[in-house]
């Protein structure tokens, strides 16, 4: 069977094209530092449906982490190595509260933060 | 009261503590039951060296629902307390409840740390650098500074978080030349209440790594005195930064206290003695600290450096001369070890200076451990 030169160059180009034609999203990662008595940012923004990588250090001494109304709720370990994360992602756009709910401190019920997640670009 | 009573109320009052902790600690979120410690050894020159478990404290907490919290602290300062000897105290520092309603307006009642400087609401040993806590922040401001009253706090947006506050007020007849409006805290114990004092703070948290304070104290203080009108008023700011292994503090305070020529002639007639009470108080420090072993604990070592000038007598009223003896300096240098994040080894030599021509400079040498859990 012949195969005519131009068909395989085709299809070569079709090879040498694809992986950079085809979107392939990477999920966003959003680093998050607790330190008595505040999170660095406080506030984070997403879209509905987005899919957030968090990855929460501490500075000082262990932390918790709990987003209201989820069932997000994370002990982030004494400053060091160590880390917590958790894949995040919210179907309803609102203002979602987090909160550190391991005692840090005097200034513990201070350690609060916000999600606030806004419909997709583009939709109302 | 007599030393057998008290001992059994500190005993009781331990014992009550360590049951909460215990009976909470079933449903509560997290430890309910944590604190803090810590032991000096202080050697100042000529003195003989003293070791002193400085602070015990346990820290109670529980959540009625997540959006209402109750806090407590309960402190013995000094190992022990005796009749009416001089040594330590048993204070009942936090005990308040919080209810979160919303990011940005929450309401706490009950007794309530004062928010004034960095220390005052940041004095868990391994937070700050130094065994003992910075001269502004026991001289100047009267930390740790706790009354009982009512407030709302929260955070506005663009990073600013406030705290507003009414409380019982100082009582300016036990201020003094040496130790300023410390000695006038009514810690909440049937505190007069007569008119409230105001107490408010902004911090801005906007830039990473940077924290921006700044607070305001107001209060009539002259209940105790008759026919005097002293009203006291507290002015600070500070700013921390933390970036990596660097960590920068400062913080200004001053006080000012009006009538205070017709105060000290009040409780003189009162006392006998004059309290030499000055019309303006001021201090500030800056402090430097450097993670120089940075490999975390416990491979975690931190030196710092901080200077501090604090005067109790920086303006006085007409008629009466400043002791130049509480015009001071302090340069604090030292290290703090963390074999494990919430222990803290701390080493430190102080040199502290005054403006007086008779009484000496005194120096000192304070090693401490302190932990929280």
Redesign the interface.
């Known amino acids: 069977m012949k195969t005519s030169w131009p068909v395989l160059l085709g299809c070569l180009a079709v090879l040498l094209v694809m992986p950079h034609g085809v979107t392939v999203q990477e999920r966003r990662v959003v680093r998050v530092s607790a ?4 999170f ?3 506030r984070i923004e997403l879209r509905v449906g987005e899919e957030v990588d968090l990855v929460l250090t ?4 262990a932390h ?1 982490f ?1 987003i ?1 109304g989820t069932d997000v709720d994370l002990a982030i370990p ?4 160590g880390e917590a994360r958790a894949t995040v992602s919210f179907d309803k756009a609102g ?1 979602y ?1 987090f909160a550190c ?3 840090c ?6 350690m ?1 933060g ?1 999600i606030v997640v806004r419909e997709p670009e583009g939709r109302p | 009261m007599p030393t057998r009573t008290k001992r059994r109320l500190i005993a009781s009052a331990i014992q009550a503590v360590l049951l909460f902790g215990m009976v909470t600690s079933a449903g509560a ?4 039951l ?1 604190g803090y410690m810590e032991v000096h050894y202080n050697k100042v020159q000529p003195q003989d060296p003293v070791l002193d478990f400085h602070r015990f404290v346990l ?1 109670m ?1 529980h959540g009625f629902t ?1 959006r209402i ?1 109750f ?1 407590g ?1 309960l402190e013995v300062e000094h190992a022990v307390v005796e009749g009416l000897e001089e040594g330590g105290e048993v204070a009942l520092e ?1 005990a308040y409840l ?1 209810f ?1 309603l919303t ?1 940005s307006f ?1 309401i ?1 009642a009950g007794m309530m ?1 004062i928010p004034v400087g960095i220390i005052n ?4 040993p ?2 700050f650098n130094g065994v003992e806590r910075p001269f502004v922040d026991t001289v100047i401001i009267p930390t740790t500074w706790f009354e009982p009253g009512v407030g709302a ?1 929260g ?1 506005i947006g663009n ?1 600013l ?1 406030y705290r507003v506050l009414a409380t019982a007020p100082l009582n300016a007849a036990e201020f003094s030349a040496a130790e300023g409006i410390r000695e006038g805290q009514q810690h909440g114990a049937e505190a007069n209440v007569r008119s409230f004092a105001a107490t408010g703070r902004l911090e801005y ?1 906007g830039v ?2 940077l ?1 921006l304070g700044g607070s305001f104290w107001t209060g009539d203080s002259s209940f105790a005195v008759r026919g005097v009108d002293s009203a006291v008023r507290v002015g600070e700011a500070d700013a921390r930064y ?1 970036r990596g292994p660097l960590e920068l503090r400062g913080e200004f305070a001053h006080v000012s206290i009006t009538d205070a020529d017709r105060l000290n002639l009040a409780l003189r007639r009162q006392t006998g003695v004059s309290p030499n009470v000055a019309s303006a108080m001021r201090g500030f420090y800056g402090e430097a600290a450097y993670r120089i072993w940075n490999a ?2 416990p491979r ?1 070592l931190v030196a710092f450096v901080r200077y501090e000038n604090f005067d109790t007598q920086y303006r006085m009223p007409d008629g009466f001369v400043p002791l130049k003896l509480y015009d001071r300096d302090a340069w604090v240098i030292g290290t703090t070890y963390f074999p ?3 222990i803290a080894v701390k080493v430190d030599y102080v040199r502290l200076t005054n403006q007086s021509g008779i009484v000496k400079t005194s120096h000192g040498l304070n090693v401490g451990l302190g932990w ?1 859990f």
């Open positions: 330190e008595r008595f505040s660095t940012p406080s501490s500075d000082d001494t918790g709990r209201e004494k400053r060091g190595p203002r509260e709910d391991r005692m401190g005097a200034g513990h019920n201070f609060r916000m | 979120q997290g430890a309910p944590s820290v907490s997540p919290r806090v602290e936090q919080d979160l990011r929450n706490r740390l609401e940041r004095h868990e391994p937070v706090h955070e990073g978080r948290l990473p790594h924290t933390h975390g604990a975690d494990e994040p919430d929280w």
